[in-house]
């Protein structure tokens, strides 16, 4: 068998022999509504060979939206895929079984329904909004709200959009990062630098009175949290009064840089350059020792139950190989999902 046909066969047989390859690592995992499986975006492998030294290497494109059960009781199964060509970002679990999914290279929001393969664009996405998030959606996986190309005369000016639909904005804002609250009827999102929240319907705007940026509705109604200035945590009662710093500036590597609530309501999961962290609405904060990783950008995510917290992590030794972890949200148990 000569060279060429050898390495033929290894692809093949590389490609249909290992399982591994199919859930060689992801980013940005999120939870199934019960709690049992988690959705993610993951690689499709792309096997080369060099000419030059006539050997196999595997490349990995981040271009599938995959779900695997937190059981571990199966592998992950492809949900949706865009062209090896291209990068999917945030995925998102919406109602009925749906995703709703960002393709980045196309500023392309997307959703799909698994049972049909169909495939549904939403619209065209803008800079990146709340907590690291291109888009968000409602509690219930009904609305979708997400950062667009305003259209206007703002260089690179942005609006928020809901469900397809533009809120209205002066000729001069720059609009990005919505956020609903619980009962979806009104959103947070960040105008010229400062919090505002608008009606989803569109309305009247409140100023919540700090300068920050991807603002994030608590599950109860009761508080914004956002990143300040500086990247600092910060959290605002939406009754009224001061900003409170949760996660000081600095205090954490280079800042927090994306973070989501616990389904209580009472803390925050939040992720630094060098940290995966909680902390409670009086700035007590709880680290994880993640031994040989670093925690990844994408945005943490606690489980329904609360007890579990999906995250993206990498490798210190290695800043490409991007995987996705589970750690109970009392520190232990931590363990490879993807």
């Given at each position: 068998m000569g060279v060429r046909s050898t390495l033929l066969f290894a692809a093949v047989a590389l490609c249909s022999a290992s399982p591994a390859l199919a859930s060689a690592g992801g980013e940005g995992p999120v939870w199934s509504p019960d709690g049992t499986e988690l959705a993610y975006i993951g690689p499709a492998p792309v096997l080369?060979?060099?000419?030059?030294?006539?050997?196999?290497?595997?490349?990995?494109?981040?271009?599938?939206?995959?779900v695997?059960?937190?059981?571990?009781?199966?592998?992950?199964?492809?949900?949706?895929?865009?062209?090896?060509?291209?990068?999917?970002?945030?995925?998102?679990?919406s109602a009925g079984g749906r995703f709703f999914y960002q393709v980045t290279?196309?500023?392309?929001?997307?959703?799909?329904?698994?049972?049909?393969?169909?495939?549904?664009?939403?619209?065209t996405v803008g800079s990146t909004g709340g907590a690291g998030e291109a888009f968000t959606l409602s509690q219930d996986g009904t609305h979708v709200a997400y950062t667009a190309p305003c259209g206007c005369k703002l260089p690179q000016g942005n609006a928020v959009r809901v469900d397809g639909r533009a809120l209205p904005r002066p000729a001069k804002a720059d609009d990005e990062g919505p956020s609903f609250s619980p009962d979806a009827s009104q959103v947070v999102f960040s105008r010229n630098g400062s919090i505002v929240v608008?009606?989803?319907?569109?309305g009247p705007v409140r100023a919540l009175g700090p300068s920050g940026g991807q603002p994030v509705w608590s599950p109860d109604g009761q508080w914004v949290a956002f990143q300040g200035p500086k990247r600092q945590l910060e959290a605002i009662p939406l009754a009224g009064g001061p900003a409170r710093t949760l996660v000081p500036a600095r205090a954490y590597g280079s800042g927090v840089v994306s973070y989501s609530w616990s389904p209580d309501a009472t803390a925050l999961v939040f992720v630094t350059d060098t940290t995966l962290g909680i902390v409670d609405l009086f700035g007590a904060v709880t680290t994880y020792p993640l031994p040989g990783l670093r925690p990844g950008a994408k945005t943490p995510q606690w489980?329904?139950?609360?007890?579990?917290?999906?995250?993206?992590?990498?490798?210190?030794?290695?800043?490409?190989?991007?995987?996705?972890?589970?750690?109970?949200?009392?520190?232990?148990?931590l363990r490879r999902i993807a």
């Open positions: 080369a060979v060099s000419k030059k030294t006539h050997t196999l290497t595997e490349t990995h494109n981040l271009n599938r939206v995959l695997v059960p937190v059981d571990g009781s199966s592998g992950p199964k492809a949900v949706a895929s865009a062209p090896r060509s291209t990068t999917l970002a945030e995925v998102r679990w290279d196309l500023f392309s929001l997307r959703s799909v329904d698994p049972a049909t393969g169909t495939v549904t664009r939403i619209g608008e009606p989803a319907a569109g489980s329904p139950d609360g007890r579990s917290i999906a995250f993206t992590a990498i490798r210190k030794t290695a800043d490409t190989d991007v995987r996705v972890y589970v750690i109970g949200a009392d520190g232990t148990g």
